[in-house]
DNA sequence: CTGAAAGCGCTTACAG
DNA sequence: CTGAAAGCGCTTACAG
């Protein structure tokens, strides 16, 4: 009998389609025993409500929010931080009445999910401007807003105060009496070498943030750093090598980029014998769920990840209410000393 | 100017609006010149390629599967098994072209993502047959697969071999020597009887099998265990509670429906004094990847998460393709023996 | 290789 | 309170 319509349950009934429509659509529009009425002759036909896709079209709004991520999701998914970005994201979007959706980078597929996925605005989390899905997304004139990246004109900008937590990490290194240390980042191409003959200029924002506050601390302290550091967001090989190069003349403190990066130090340390934090301290950044759990336990600057999914969604929504893209003010960060670091013996 | 559509370019560079589709669309529909005249004519008029929306409504498919999920995303996404499940759903996915779009059961916005979301077909995720959220999708009559849920006539269902699985648990145990026994499962309002007293129809399926695997060694064993159940999926208030209960007189071994029921209870054991694995044993289910991480680290029974998800997908392009929907056998488990489970003492 | 016709299923003003 | 008209932006056969 084919596919059931508003056209179908209108014939039915003996009305016409727009009186359907607004059974389902504009409750208000019409008598309560019509709408019930129509109500029941659309169960009875087993039709479902109107169709998303169609409706999508007619009304100019789906529903729908894109999310695109650093990397795949399969890789995204492994970072506890990351995925309480999302966490945080679906629930908010969810009290808005909004569902979310992870456009992952083309594959090999062909489809481009940032260009052909219906949806009326996408968070974008930690992406350079020039990453596809990103321009894809920006052609497309979606509403956007752009979260631990690169700021761009017009484009809301969501971030924690990186350059001050940085600040505290290498404050308490410097209290604790340190003068031999060295800092973890990754998208730079450091290769253990002095900080003063490193340029910072291919960081993406959120390192240079917190290049900055550490520099600041130790430039106060008078102390030259070494920098250790990756070509890519490439936690594994490259940087393994390099902190164990590191190590062949340890400092006696690490400030390293993330949780990801100070646990990577402290195996590496425990490899080679060297007694975290008596013989090494490490700070590391962003209070991931395991900081707490390793041992010992990790000093780190905590960041309120459901702050930021929710400062993220407001201000989507406001774009999607034609409301100014203004970016909030920088999330606040704390440092939270546990057992990694303490002076030097 | 207005939005620039298929007939903006059209009129632009002097053909019908179908063959500037085709160039988009259908490549080899024209000649190479011609499209690139057409492409760059977009390109200029700074047109993103065809709208999602209205390209779903005239294909019928959206490049969309949805994801019901147990709880709201907050929820699930604390859960580290529901975390890897999503991943692998949305790795895979992306493998095929698809997007992956969160399905939040309705809150107070008024909108069902399940009935109002334009999608291709989703994935149920160890949920009830009566949330709203899937009956929903059954009456919009997309292809579904579900997973880890109770089998419905018509779709396809994933799940590992939870008998199987829960069987080699009970049998380490007795194997150990240990006759005093306790089960803590979910989904059942148990509360600390001897499960010959228990009715388990209440259950879900995935509790139910792995009930039957528990219960199948211990009887073989000749041994009558406690059952420790909560009413829902509350692993907080009334679990703990039950748990503490059933330490007033603590049984040698105890079997647990998950590894995050099993950590609850190695943290009342242990506020009370009593040792694992010396005093009390404790066997897992699902190897999250804290039950390593603990201490001491988790007997428990593996799932290859990523294999699941992997199936599910499999399963709903099979749909897709309008294949048969045939179940899959169910995945294999193992025992993993680490250090919570040693003989009574 | 190109285009005229019909259609995807709905909603939005607007008139009665 | 109800409905006729126009439109959302695209694609799918099909004819030339």
Redesign the pocket.
Known sequence: M???????I?EHV?????????A???P????????ARILSAADELG?A???P???A????RTGVIGMVLTNSPRDAFTDDVAVGFVRAVAGSLADAGYSLVLLHSSGESGVVPARDIAMDGAIVYSCAPAMSAYTALRERRLPIVNVEGSPLPGVPDISIDNAAGAYQAARHLVELGHSRIAVVVDALDADNRPSSEISLETASTTIAARMDGWMRALDEAGIVPTLVGTPALDIDAVLRERVDRMLDDPPTAVLAFSDLAALEVMERARDRGIRVPEQLSVVGFDDNPLAARVSPPLTTVRQDIDAKGEAAVKALLALLREEDAESPPPLPTALVVRSSTAPPS
Chains 1, 2 share one sequence.
């Open positions: 084919g596919r059931v319509t508003l056209k179908t209108a003996g009305v016409s389609r727009m009186t359907v429509s607004n389902f659509s504009r208000d529009q019409l008598s309560e025993d019509l709408r039709y409500g109107p169709d896709a169609a409706r079209l007619a009304r100019g």
